[in-house]
């Protein structure tokens, strides 16, 4: 018995029971592979008209970006963090198993900082723009990622994951007939951009109101 032989064992154990999932997140010709944490799971309901059950896709495409005032704080089914996947390759992986030596793990963590990522652009811009990105998880169902942050330094990239269905937030109408701005005759956010084309009020400042990136309502 040895630190090594506990670190391989619960990587065995870690592997084994807990599966990590790579998903392929595009937009347009840009794509990142990411992780989500926890794993996204198959959705069962049963509703008045039947059961109904979705399998999440493999891959996250985006369909277009709101500001994230118009989403307000939707009701969700569960809350992801969504992650760069790291580069690990054979090399890193001693022979017999185990866990790679710690210069190995620094090595891999530096390449991967200097790696580009979508993963990582997309995030950054969503906090400075303070908007969301809608994505389609599989057949009509929808989620949001956004950055949420638990400080004033750090901020994560989030997904929130809606429940199934073209209607799942209210006040935006069906989801598959949302389109860009440009196709409408004019702004619907105004010359000054204070309006909304979506029954939100944003200038309501409820003591319990609070943006969709911090908290909102889930369903069991």
């Known amino acids: ?12 154990l870690a592997e084994t029971q807990f599966p990590a999932v790579s998903y392929t997140l595009r937009c347009g010709h840009m794509s990142s592979e990411v992780q989500a944490v926890p794993v996204l799971e198959t959705f069962r309901k049963v509703y008045d008209f039947g059961p109904v059950v979705r399998e999440p896709s493999r891959e996250m495409n985006i369909l277009g970006f709101l500001d994230s005032k118009d989403i307000a704080s939707p009701a969700v089914i569960s809350r992801h963090l969504v992650l760069p996947r790291p580069t690990k390759t054979e090399k890193d992986v001693p022979e017999g198993g185990g866990v790679p030596p710690a210069e190995g793990e620094s090595d891999t963590a530096e390449q ?5 990522s979508f993963c990582v652009l997309l995030h950054g811009s969503l906090k400075v723009e303070s908007m969301v ?48 701005i440009s196709c ?37």
């Open 133 to 180: 990105a809608l994505v389609q998880l599989g057949e009509n169902w929808y989620g949001f990622l956004y950055s949420w942050a638990d400080s004033k330094k750090k901020s994560n990239l989030m997904l929130s994951v809606l429940e199934p269905g073209e209607d799942s937030v209210s006040w935006l109408g069906k989801i598959n007939q949302l389109g860009p």
């Open 1 to 12: 018995l040895s630190m090594a032989s506990c670190q391989a064992l619960f990587s065995k």
């Open 112 to 116: 991967d900082g200097k790696a580009p």
């Open 184 to 220: 409408s005759t004019h702004n619907p956010y105004g010359e000054d951009d204070t309006l909304s084309p979506y029954p939100v009020r944003h200038a309501d400042k409820r003591s319990y109101a609070q943006n969709t990136t911090r908290t909102g309502r889930t369903t069991p």
